[in-house]
């Protein structure tokens, strides 16, 4: 294999004597700046996150429980169960209620009131992966756990493999007893 290595000296060394230092800083510089360029123009191919939810098109309906804007989620940090073969209250088959919940207050524009709404994560299967929401509406940071959304609630549960999240309204604020 000296052959080899001596054949590439002696090309590298060949364009080292036709190229001086700046020139070859020139011409690499040159191609980076073409390609920051011409990269931003490139097609992306976005229909994958399309398809998960997570690309805003203008369309906010509050009453479609398979949008993140659906008025119940207001603070669901998850995969909708609706988008998983779940429904808005029950987990797709295969999967459990977490036993611990995060609780928010959503306002319902039909009625004008306010519902107590407990998120319960669904468990025992992969992530969906499908509709993933990032409402926070009254969440707070990270250190106080009680009152932080981004938290897997499977983990009291036999298995702590998060799927999706359903929504489940408890009462309407105001409601005593
Ligand atoms: N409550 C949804 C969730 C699950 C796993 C990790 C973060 C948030």
């Known amino acids: 294999m000296k052959w080899l290595d001596r054949f590439f000296e002696q090309q590298v060394r060949a364009v080292a004597l036709r190229t001086s230092r ?3 800083l020139q011409r690499i510089g040159r191609s980076l700046v073409g390609a920051a360029f011409v990269l931003p123009v490139l ?3 976005r229909s994958a996150r399309a ?5 805003d098109d203008g369309h906010h309906d509050p009453m479609d429980p398979q949008r993140c804007e659906y008025w119940r989620y207001c603070s669901l940090d998850g995969h909708l169960c609706t988008c998983c073969g779940g429904s808005i209250t029950s987990c797709p088959p295969g999967t459990e209620a977490s036993s611990v919940t995060w609780i928010g207050t959503c306002h319902n524009p039909d ?3 306010n519902y107590l709404v407990s998120y319960n994560d ?5 992530s969906c992966g499908r509709c993933f929401c990032n409402e926070n509406e009254g969440e707070r940071p990270g250190y106080r756990m009680g009152v ?3 938290i897997n609630w499977c983990m009291g549960n036999e298995s702590s493999v998060y799927h999706c999240t359903v929504s489940v309204i408890l009462g309407v604020s105001g409601d005593v007893g």
């Open 22 to 24: 700046r020139s070859a």
């Open 43 to 45: 097609p992306f191919d």
């Open 51 to 55: 398809q998960h939810g997570a690309v």
């Open 111 to 113: 009625d004008g009131k």
């Open 122 to 126: 669904c468990c025992g299967a992969a």
């Open 148 to 150: 932080h959304n981004d």
